[in-house]
């Protein structure tokens, strides 16, 4: 199993218990990170990790659990202006907190030394 995948499966189950994927929280902390600024689909698009994701798909999922909005702009209607909801930072904030534990367990057995080689390598290989 490639370590990216190993990874995002990781991520993955530590995200089910909310509901979201791993690409529907990038898509939260991006807006999160806007302060109330209003992004649309090519920026949020822009973001994303896997460039592969269906940026629209993944709004829509998050505007039905009630995390964003979707707002045509009234100035041109083939804008849409897209900003998280309280009820989205609530649920970042809360993921954020258990994101941190969860992050140093994984990481409990790995020294500085180790993150070093691991970026050397998978920066020879192309990979962020």
Known sequence: MVAGNWMNELYSDHLKPYGLSVQQLQVLR???KRGGKPANLLEIQDQMLSK?????RLVEKL???NHI?????????RMVEIRITKAGEVLLAQIETTMKDFEKKIRKNVTKR???TLIKILNKLGLP
Do not use: A, C, E
Not at 52 to 56: A, K, M, V
Not at 69 to 77: D, F, I, K, L, Y
């Open 114 to 116: 180790d993150m070093v």
């Open 69 to 77: 909005t979707r707002v045509q702009n009234p100035n041109n209607r």
């Open 63 to 65: 505007r039905l659990k």
């Open 30 to 32: 991006f807006l999160k």
């Open 52 to 56: 592969n994701s269906n940026t629209t």
